[in-house]
């Protein structure tokens, strides 16, 4: 073979090789903050947040409150970055990581929950109601859960047991001041997790907290 046909054949290679590295590469997915692609889920005996979207932001007001939304994905999204933003008027009363980690302690400003993808759902009659809905918005089984926390009290990477489910694990995550008052929360997990839905989530009731928070630009690769 001539140089010239091998310099030719070199470049072809390395041309081929970087599209199939494009190819192979996941797309960031920005999560549409609209109230059709969510499910209001609250708790019994305890008040809920009020929900408001404007322009792609969603607003949650907290009075002394916990309620959730949920997304159902239609199919398993392996997931190895999460990052989104967010502002806040005040921040829930935690005293510190040993307070978050226990009952009267567990609240956040904001968190991101991922459900995760499990063989089998385990069947218990005796659940709450809120959680027979969950089951009934998922298009997969998850028993497992983790919380992506931010402005959490435990130092950041560090992760710690729910403590009214053993099943959910809590992470804080970092936060960096991004932009008129604006934090870019982020984390990248190890080994990607296989997601089936997601949860928007800001509570005060265990603190008896008052804030308002603002969540923009989730996304997830």
């Known amino acids: 073979m001539s140089p010239l046909k091998r310099s030719f054949l070199f470049i072809f290679l390395i041309v081929m090789?970087?599209?199939?590295?494009?190819?192979?590469?996941?797309?960031?997915?920005?999560?549409?903050l609209q109230p059709n692609h969510f499910e209001h889920i609250e708790f019994k005996k305890t008040?809920?947040?009020?929900?408001?979207?404007?322009?792609?932001?969603?607003?949650?007001?907290?009075?002394?409150?916990a309620s959730f939304l949920m997304q159902a994905f239609d199919q398993?999204?392996?997931?190895?970055?999460?990052?989104?933003?967010?502002?806040?008027?005040?921040?829930?009363?935690?005293?510190?990581?040993?307070?978050?980690?226990?009952?009267?302690?567990?609240?956040a400003v904001f968190k991101l929950g991922l459900l995760l993808k499990t063989d089998e759902s385990i069947s218990n009659p005796w659940i709450p109601k809120w959680m027979n809905r969950v089951n009934t918005l998922l298009n997969f089984p998850s028993e497992e859960m983790i919380y992506l926390v931010a402005n959490a009290k435990?130092?950041?990477?560090?992760?710690?047991?729910?403590p009214y489910n053993k099943r959910v694990t809590m992470?804080?995550?970092?936060?960096?001041?991004?932009?008129?008052?604006?934090?870019?929360?982020?984390?990248e997990f190890d080994v990607p997790v296989n997601v089936v839905a997601i949860w928007l989530m800001a509570d005060g009731d265990n603190t008896h907290s008052h804030f308002?928070?603002?969540?923009?630009?989730?996304?997830i690769e």
């Not at 970087?18 to 920005?30: D, G, S, Y």
């Not at 008040?47 to 409150?65: E, P």
């Not at 921040?91 to 302690?105: S, T």
């Open 17 to 32: 090789l970087q599209k199939n590295i494009l190819a192979t590469e996941k797309p960031t997915e920005v999560i549409l």
């Open 171 to 187: 992470i804080s995550i970092e936060s960096i001041d991004n932009k008129k008052d604006w934090h870019l929360a982020r984390y």
């Open 47 to 65: 008040k809920a947040n009020h929900h408001l979207f404007i322009n792609q932001q969603l607003q949650i007001n907290v009075n002394d409150s």
């Open 76 to 107: 398993v999204k392996l997931v190895k970055r999460v990052s989104f933003e967010w502002r806040s008027d005040t921040l829930p009363k935690i005293k510190n990581a040993q307070h978050e980690k226990q009952k009267p302690g567990d609240d």
């Open 212 to 219: 308002t928070v603002h969540i923009q630009n989730i996304k």
């Open 154 to 162: 435990h130092t950041i990477g560090e992760r710690w047991e729910n």
